[in-house]
């Protein structure tokens, strides 16, 4: 059975639309969660550098989608 790139990519879509919806979550809940710490005076500093970590892979997801659109 040969491979077809065409047949494979709407699970490629899918897999990155699926991820890019995870990440949103995360940033979101990540962002409360850091808005949250500050108030209460805790170190955020870690916090904050993943964050923005996650923020770079959703970039990065988005970017693969919109070539893969």
């Known amino acids: ?3 077809n790139r065409h047949a494979s990519e709407p699970i490629q879509i ?3 639309r ?3 919806s995870a990440l949103e979550r ?3 809940d990540g ?3 850091i808005g949250e710490a500050e108030v209460e005076g805790r ?3 870690a916090w904050e550098d993943f964050w923005v970590s996650l923020l770079r892979e ?3 997801v988005c ?3 919109q070539r893969a659109a």
């Open 1 to 3: 059975m040969s491979t």
């Open 63 to 65: 970017d693969e989608l």
């Open 43 to 45: 170190d955020i500093g």
């Open 58 to 60: 959703y970039e990065s």
């Open 14 to 16: 899918d897999d990155l």
């Open 26 to 28: 995360r940033l979101e």
């Open 31 to 33: 962002f409360i969660r």
């Open 18 to 20: 699926q991820r890019q």
